[in-house]
């Protein structure tokens, strides 16, 4: 990915503005790695995923449109190609006195999204956005309330099933300054079209009378949070319950006509989470502790749908998002069926030079079975502005059988040494190393990433790197996984061009996380805004 | 005036109670003239697809004759061979039908009766969505009948198959007929939730195709009661259980719209 920036002259007191983000894949077979069996290596060779968002503003409007170009695209299904182009998104907004009129394709949420989020994350081709208007209505200066109605965006269609709901919220100033409150709720509501209801009962109605629940047009949820923060702490807190909902669950058995069992049917059960985060800051020390429970937490457009199609909440991670490869090579997406989850961060840095960091992370489900553990540690030591070492060690306990759904793999146990180090030659010229192991008896085995990283600020970068199975247990042979990376930066594009050779794993994005299959080949980039 | 805002909010979206939809218990169901094939895309390395597979077989308890299952062994690296197998499944007409079909997001996967379901970008459908889609599908009454007929040669293993296709009624577009061979009941390992059978029973294997993997085409326009042949001869393989095969022969549209019109089987 890359970008560019040209302000366009302003006329007649409106302005355009806008971006391009564009990326063209090639594909090469590489059987030795898992890189093949999709149209994508067989025969298409190449695809490319394009976004041009357009912005107008005048005469009090904002009006917005975007042309997404999608030719061969493996973002929608790593195992599948996807083509098409037309109108992401367009959008009219106007502010008229107190009322806030949106229309078209709106991103949006409710509190912290837990039973509306209208989003967008483009690696994973998510576009949640709501089709629909919102209305907001400023009350006083501090208190705010909405509505929306609409139907939840696929691809260059919608959802059939309409959202519609609302919130209230406010902030008050405690007359001493001694504390701040800023309390909301939320509601939003589901119904289901005829089509889906109409299949939904078709299915139920085929299954045995012991497995036969009844079903709804309409879920509602609504949820309730404040944040109040009091000197050097900040408490967010928020809860919300959902009626019962028609769902899948892939995981609870089922009865049979010819008297077996299997695992998955249709549920009809009511949701709830409680999500709270406390935090301090000050005097160089940061302390935030995160709980968070969720059941039944699901919210979709319809049953049907699967992995992350069609969700109408999002529900937050409860573990530390790693930037490092080997750290971040297993990552955890919440688990809407159902989890409890307590995160500790704790940051101190006694002087400028100096900072420590520590996370911990601690996952089960609702029977209090382990899903995830994680311990991580950072020490940052900089050198005046010449260079800067940084180093930890993280240790993971990662349920592979949940987490990617892989039943019967054992734990993934891993213990991971790293360090960063940032030499800066002058102002313009920094050499960066990246040093990492990956010890683990799971999985594909253990792990040694090395990473270097040369930059001649702001406009080039070149970066080499080699992900390395130094004990391998899927493969014969220890199998080398290079990246070659050049970032070309002219005032606001930005180019990329890199050869890539990536593992099968886990990509999060957003706190979203899908399995990705290994990726052998090229890739271009460019974006550009302006 | 916020306490009242905040009630109207909740009691515009909660005050109406629902008229919830009645859902009448089906039962196992009388054999009518439609029937309805599903395609489903496994692999015997995929652990998920054998509850897939459970679902299929529970579905033919409840339709019987009506409805046709065949699982194609094409799923990418879940349809590898593990190291205890005998036999490798794929087929390279496997894999052009999951190309011809479309690959899903995830597995279990099939496609029923090869009919978009509305307002569903794919044909390839998870596990939640078939009972719904076979129950409206099975309601539907056929436009053509296949009379289907085979003769086997045991000592040569030749197999001949004669399809006459004779629409019910006037049809003006283009069709076409897709037979199929399948096995039931082959032995072999399978990787399941509960770890490795190595005597699972893989049911309703897909074998070969007797026509081109997007059917041979019979015409672009049918007159109603006006036969549309179709002959074709196949030699067996000596690894395949004649006694255990089916011819699976089916009309169907072709282009954007796919949908099987009639399907009928046939035992060696």
Known sequence: MGSATLGLAQENGGSLSGSLQAQAKFFQTDTLIGAFGTPQYDHELYGADSWLDLNYNNWGFDFGIRFDVFNNSNLLNPQSSYTDQGIGRWYVHKKVDKLDISGGYLYDQVGSGIIFRAYQERPLLIDNALYGVRLAYDINPDWQIKGFTGKQKRQFDTYDAIIKGGSIEGFYADTTGRFTIAPGFGAVARTFDDETVSQVVSAISTYTPVDSIGANYNTYSFTLYNTLTMGNFSWYVEGAFKSAETMFNPFIEKSNWNGTTSRGKLINQAGNIIYTSLSYAGNGLGITIEGKRNENMGYRTTPFATLNEGTINFLPPMSRINTYRLTARYAVAAQELGEQAVQLDVSYAPSRKLRFNANLSVIDDLDGNKLYRELFTEVTYKYKRKWQLTGGLQLQNYNQEVYEGKPGVPFVNTVTPYAEYLYKFDRRRSLRFEGQYMNTKQDFGSWLFGLAEFSIAPTWTFTISDMYNVDPKKTEKAIHYPRFDIYYTHKANRFSLSYVKQVEGVVCSGGVCRLEPAFSGVQFGVSSTF | ?268
């Open chain 2, 1 to 268: 005036m916020r306490l009242y805002l905040l009630i109207v909010l909740v009691f515009s979206l909660a005050a109406c109670e629902e008229n919830a939809p009645d859902i009448p218990p089906l039962g196992p169901q009388e054999v009518g003239e439609r029937r309805i094939l599903i395609e489903e895309f496994t692999g015997v390395r995929c652990p998920n697809c054998p509850d897939g597979s459970a679902e299929i077989e529970n579905l033919v308890a409840l339709y019987g004759d009506a409805l046709v299952p065949i699982s194609i062994h094409s799923s990418g690296n879940f349809a590898i061979p593990l190291p205890d197998s005998k036999y490798d499944f794929r087929t390279e007409t496997g894999d052009q039908l999951l190309d011809f079909l479309g690959q899903p997001r995830g597995y279990p996967a099939a496609v029923v009766n090869r009919t978009l379901p509305e307002g569903e970008p794919s044909l390839q459908q998870g596990q939640a969505a078939w009972a719904g889609l076979i129950e409206r599908a099975v309601a539907e009454e056929p436009i053509v009948a296949i009379n289907l007929s085979i003769d086997f040669d045991e000592a040569v293993r030749e197999l001949s198959v004669t399809a006459r296709v004779v629409p019910s009624q006037t049809i003006d577009e283009s069709l076409r007929l897709s037979v199929m061979l399948v096995e039931d009941h082959v032995v072999d390992p399978q990787i399941t939730q509960d770890g490795i059978i190595d005597e699972y029973d893989h049911r309703h294997v897909f074998r070969a195709m007797l026509t081109n993997t997007e059917g041979n085409p019979l015409g672009d326009s049918f007159s109603a009661g006006k036969t549309v042949p179709f002959d074709e001869s196949f030699s067996l393989p000596d690894a395949w259980v004649a006694a255990n095969c089916e011819v699976v022969a089916f009309v169907h549209k072709v282009g954007e719209n796919k949908d099987i019109l009639q399907v009928t089987t046939a035992h060696l």
